[in-house]
T-cell receptor, first 113, second 111 residues
Framework: DGGITQSPKYLFRKEGQNVTLSCEQN?????MYWYRQDPGQGLRLIYY???????QKGDIAEGYSVSREKKESFPLTVTSAQKNPTAFYLC????????????FGQGTRLTVV | RKEVEQDPGPFNVPEGATVAFNCTYS??????FFWYRQDCRKEPKLLMSVYSSGNEDGRFTAQLNRASQYISLLIRDSKLSDSATYLCVVIPNTGGFKTIFGAGTRLFVKA
């Protein structure tokens, strides 16, 4: 079945550590996105990528980094520079064209301990 | 001004009620519009696309007003299962497919 897989589902991080969240899709979509969602809040765009080896900062990119070495993969690293990383992280890819639609992974809940 | 704005609610309605949400967007060059539904602690899922001519899917009707730069979602005969957060999504025509989500409107349907 085609879809987006995020891992892990739950992640605990100690202060000062970098962690990497995985996002893989087998939908053959060019565009991929990372969003952050805080309790009771909407989705805020961290980074997005339109094509392999290219990515753009979203609205809250500080303290995060990404790579897009393969079409299928768009990992997000939460660095120690991100002062408040506890949140729900969602990865999405976009089917473009006549029936444009964003598809989401199930999300990763990151907690700083 | 935020690129996409929604009334956060919550909207508390009884079963069977009709409820409407609006969403305004600031970029007049916006190209594509959608309503997504998000259940508690889950990922968002597409509810419906919004077309210029308006579109209906069962109890749900979506409309686009380009002149006033807003989209709307109407839910008729509300069910308990409609309780969720409804997210407005806009894709500007900037060539970058920077998909922008509104903060969401929470709906609670009560028995």
């Amino acid at each position: 079945d085609g879809g987006i897989t995020q891992s892990p589902k739950y992640l605990f991080r100690k202060e000062g550590q970098n962690v990497t969240l995985s996002c893989e899709q087998n939908l053959n979509h060019d565009a991929m996105y990372w969003y952050r969602q805080d309790p009771g809040q909407g989705l805020r765009l961290i980074y997005y990528s339109q094509i392999v080896n290219d990515f753009q900062k979203g609205d809250i990119a500080e303290g995060y980094s990404v790579s897009r070495e393969k079409k299928e993969s768009f990992p997000l690293t939460v660095t120690s520079a991100q002062k408040n990383p506890t949140a729900f992280y969602l990865c999405a890819s976009l089917r473009q064209g006549r029936n444009t639609e964003a598809f989401f992974g199930q999300g990763t809940r990151l907690t700083v301990v | 001004r935020k690129e996409v704005e929604q009334d956060p609610g919550p909207f508390n309605v009884p079963e069977g009620a009709t409820v409407a949400f609006n969403c305004t967007y600031s970029n007049s060059a916006s190209q594509s519009f959608f309503w997504y539904r998000q259940d508690c602690r889950k990922e968002p899922k597409l509810l419906m696309s919004v077309y210029s001519s308006g579109n209906e899917d069962g109890r749900f009707t979506a409309q686009l007003n380009r002149a006033s730069q807003y989209i709307s979602l109407l839910i008729r005969d509300s069910k308990l299962s409609d309780s969720a957060t409804y997210l407005c999504v806009v894709i500007p025509n900037t060539g970058g497919f920077k998909t922008i989500f509104g903060a969401g409107t929470r709906l609670f349907v009560k028995a």
